[in-house]
């Protein structure tokens, strides 16, 4: 590619509305251009890195045996009524009617439509196990789209789904699915890490994530020191405390004005913080419901939700809290509260002795409360956030939280879209049988922004070999003036572009700094640069992105020096 006939569109300035680096380098770089929100151009620079990442996951799907197909984005609702989603999904489902009144949405997942396609194929068993994929564009309208094609509406994912008569063939694939992921990402040369995770609005029970680390992840991961368990912060346990030994005192109801938070409230109280068991009031699918858990724990809403069997769960206003308890916020507690209201206690607050809550009028707390002395013990659950320093549930060591970005996610989802659609075979013995379904996806468009998350310095992107748009930058000093440095580069381009090496020219009338800046910028792998002098010398300058020193290399020969920099592929 020549960059006289090629526009980089880079920029030097910061875009005032990209937070996160790979938003900010992939805008500078002029690989995205933004339409509306969570809508993206991909523009030429961009598309090849994203081609690029397509490559290698075909590659590694191609090589488990998956066939690829390609579903329509659009997707009718009977589809989606069958599986019961139509009314589960809510507001991330972007719906759509056609001419005749008819309801669509723009496909956010493909379980629906994959589902309808094997059940009107597939007849026996025989033709199991099997899994298909598809590379394709998916809509979901984001509550908030943000850091560019990190979280966009429209994005493209790599979906794949299997279909078998028994756990053990799920199993082998889900297992074979897991490998290809690992390569996936090895090949891409990124740092990455499985993790168990929920299944949340897809459904089923295994689930495990695939995780690019780094500081601007939006998830958070708690991982062991000890052995191999990391599991998403949405789900992931710690080892219990052991129980206190306290016996149960005389409750009491004690005057707390002017409370507002747990720590005023211990000290007040003459408590441990762990001894405050905190009433929260969330909204579940539109219901109210009192969650409780220990004074300096966080409440978990993915697990609060799972807790409930709710699609949607926010935090109560004030003024809904009041409504469904009759008591000011803050006072709120299980001793006394309205009988009818959902109650959910978390295990640790369910173990908590001689605790303190509060007593359901203003300004008032009881403390020594006991569970089922008291008040009945309302159904329990792990509702709480784990945090660094805990124990490990499988042993010993020690969890930690880092963060990550979610760039894959594998499930087992067993008979949820068979059963509701009635998608079955023909089994051995000639009567229908329910095939149990996997489903793999990976985030393609997202694996290019999180990629920049891990390989970037101040003076731009610096792409592992295989994600980059270009392998060598060929750069030309005062080609407008020089007719050997004009012809020489022409020279080498061509023979680069024979050899296969992707390059990339800088021929244009600019000045030098202007264009190793560019080359920088966009993350070119490999440089080299012709000048008069270096023609005189017979030899050409080199740098590679992550080098802080140039080196000057012989004219001759220099094809294969770049060979063996970027190796094979
Ligand atoms: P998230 O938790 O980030 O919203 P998800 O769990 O809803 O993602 P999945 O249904 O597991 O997403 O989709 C498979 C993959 O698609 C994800 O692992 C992620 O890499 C990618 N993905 C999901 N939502 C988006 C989005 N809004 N923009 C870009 N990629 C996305
Ligand atoms: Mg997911």
């Keep these: 590619m020549r960059v006289s006939r090629f526009?980089?569109?880079?920029?030097?300035?910061?875009?005032?509305?990209?937070?996160?680096?790979?938003?900010?380098?992939?805008?500078r770089a002029g690989m995205i251009q933004k339409v509306?929100?969570?809508?993206?151009?991909?523009?030429?620079?961009?598309?090849?890195?994203?081609?690029?990442?397509?490559a290698i996951v075909r590659e590694e799907m191609n090589r488990t045996g998956a066939m690829e197909v390609l579903m329509p984005a659009v997707q009718p609702a009977e589809l989606w009524q069958e599986s019961g989603r139509w009314d589960q999904y809510g507001p991330l489902l972007l719906r759509i009617r056609d001419r005749h009144d008819r309801d669509f949405c723009f496909g956010p997942t493909h379980e629906e439509v994959i589902t309808d396609l094997v059940r009107r194929e597939l007849r026996s068993y025989k033709q199991l196990p099997l899994t298909y994929y598809q590379i394709q564009t998916k809509f979901r309208d984001e509550t908030r789209p943000r850091f560019g094609v990190m979280r966009a509406r429209e994005f493209v994912m790599k979906d794949a789904y299997s279909f078998h008569l028994s756990q053990a063939s799920l199993q082998e694939t889900y297992d074979a699915m897991r490998t290809a992921y690992s390569r996936v990402f090895e090949r891409l040369g990124l740092d990455f890490r499985p993790v168990r995770a929920d299944t949340g609005d897809i459904g089923g029970s295994v689930s495990e994530e695939f995780h690019v680390l780094a500081d601007s992840g939006e998830d958070a991961i708690a991982a062991c020191d000890g052995c191999d368990y990391a599991a998403n912060t949405e789900l992931a346990e710690s080892r219990p405390p052991k129980p206190t030994q306290q016996q149960p005192a005389e409750a009491r109801e004690a005057l707390t004005?002017?409370?507002?938070t747990v720590a005023e409230q211990a000290e007040l109280l003459g408590l441990n913080v762990d001894q405050i068991v905190k009433s929260v009031v969330v909204m579940a699918d539109g219901e109210p419901a009192v969650l409780y858990v220990v004074g300096d724990d966080e409440l978990n809403t993915v697990k609060a939700a799972r807790a409930l069997e709710a699609g949607d769960i926010r935090l109560a206003e004030p003024e809904e809290?009041?409504?469904?308890t009759g008591v000011p916020r803050g006072f709120i507690g299980p001793r006394g509260l309205p009988e009818g209201l959902r109650q959910v206690v978390d295990h640790r607050a369910a173990a908590a002795v001689n605790f303190s809550s509060g007593a359901n009028r203003k300004d008032y707390h009881w403390v020594n409360l006991n569970w089922d002395r008291d008040m009945p013990l309302p159904p329990t659950a792990d509702l709480r956030t784990v945090k660094a320093g805990e124990g490990c549930p499988n042993c010993d060591g020690t969890l930690s939280i880092t963060r990550g970005i979610e760039v894959g996610h594998i499930f087992q989802l067993g008979t949820k879209y068979s059963e509701s659609m009635g998608a079955t075979v023909l089994d051995e013995s000639g009567s229908d049988a329910?095939?149990?379904m996997g489903c793999y996806g990976i985030?393609?468009?997202?694996?290019?922004?999180?990629?920049?998350?891990?390989?970037?310095?101040?003076?731009?992107?610096?792409?592992?070999?295989p994600l980059a748009p270009f392998k060598v930058a060929l750069i030309s000093i005062n080609i407008h003036r020089s007719e050997a440095v004009a012809e020489k580069s022409g020279e080498l381009y061509q023979q680069l572009l024979d050899a296969g090496l992707d390059p990339?020219?800088?021929?244009r009338e600019a000045r030098p700094g202007v264009k190793f800046a560019d080359m920088e910028l966009i993350g070119v792998p490999h440089r080299i640069v012709v000048?008069?002098?270096?023609?005189?010398?017979?030899?050409?300058?080199?740098?590679?992105?992550?080098?802080?020193e140039n080196q000057n290399i012989p004219m001759e020969g220099a094809l294969d020096f770049l060979r063996e920099r970027i190796g094979p592929g």
């Design 434 to 436: 329910l095939m149990t």
């Design 531 to 548: 000048s008069d002098r270096g023609i005189e010398a017979g030899t050409l300058e080199y740098r590679g992105r992550r080098d802080s």
């Design 7 to 27: 526009p980089l569109f880079t920029t030097k300035e910061t875009p005032a509305d990209a937070e996160i680096v790979s938003h900010q380098l992939m805008l």
């Design 36 to 54: 509306a929100a969570g809508l993206y151009n991909w523009l030429p620079l961009g598309l090849r890195v994203l081609r690029n990442v397509e």
């Design 504 to 507: 990339i020219w800088d021929d």
């Design 321 to 324: 809290a009041l409504n469904a």
């Design 257 to 260: 004005p002017d409370i507002h």
């Design 443 to 465: 985030g393609v468009s997202r694996v290019v922004a999180a990629a920049i998350e891990q390989n970037h310095d101040d003076n731009g992107i610096i792409w592992p070999a």
